[in-house]
């Protein structure tokens, strides 16, 4: 003989409730982020940005214009990343800032140098252009004065900090006061 068990509907009720998922309960910035509705593109936003190992420091050469015996080229690689991990694109603007660390009155203590306001991650056709697809990261460049390249190159250079930090900012179109950052530090 079969037993048949009856639930009460109001605990079928309260066990259903209790499985959706809570959306918008997360926060929001870096990290992990609540899942989007089925069939949503922010499913597939960015929620995280990484300044890429492959960033490096490179020498004059390549930069076309009169001065270019003073200058030296930062070659920055970023990726963005979706709540899976994988990497994305996005439109948005880009802000970089160099800092070197302070001497004199202030050791240790980090000062802005240089800014670089990257602006045309806002528009599809260069933001493409600026996707390096065999690394997967945003490829930029950056040129800096000469005596970034030269203070990274030599560790006797009278004004050689040791590092350079860059400080990656990208805020995404179409999502108010969301902004991804990360720093790197290159040395010699």
Not at 22 to 35: D, E, F, I, K, T
Not at 67 to 90: M, P, Q, S, W
Not at 115 to 129: I, Q, Y
Request: charged share 25%; hydrophobic share 40%; aromatic share 8%.
């Amino acid at each position: 003989m079969m037993r048949c068990t009856t639930f009460p509907a109001a605990a079928v009720a309260l066990a259903a409730i209790s499985l959706l998922p809570l959306h918008g309960c997360a926060p929001r910035g870096n990290g992990p982020q609540v899942p989007a509705p089925p069939g949503s593109v922010a499913a597939f936003a960015p929620v995280s940005l990484r300044i890429h190992p492959l960033t490096h420091v490179d020498a004059a050469a390549g930069i076309k214009d009169a001065t270019a015996a003073d200058k030296t080229r930062i070659v920055l690689h970023f990726e963005l990343k979706d709540r899976f991990g994988d990497n994305v694109k996005a439109l948005g603007t880009l802000r970089v800032e160099l800092l070197k660390p302070g001497s004199g009155a202030t050791p240790g203590i980090e000062s802005r140098e240089l800014t670089w306001d990257v602006a045309e991650f806002a528009d599809p056709d260069e933001n493409f252009k600026r996707f390096d697809t065999p690394t997967r990261t945003y490829r930029v460049l950056l040129n800096a004065p000469r005596w970034v390249g030269d203070s990274l190159a030599d560790r006797n250079h009278r004004d050689a900090p040791g590092w350079v930090k860059l400080r990656a900012r990208f805020e995404p179109i179409g999502q108010q006061g969301l902004m991804f950052i990360d720093e790197y530090v290159l040395q010699p």
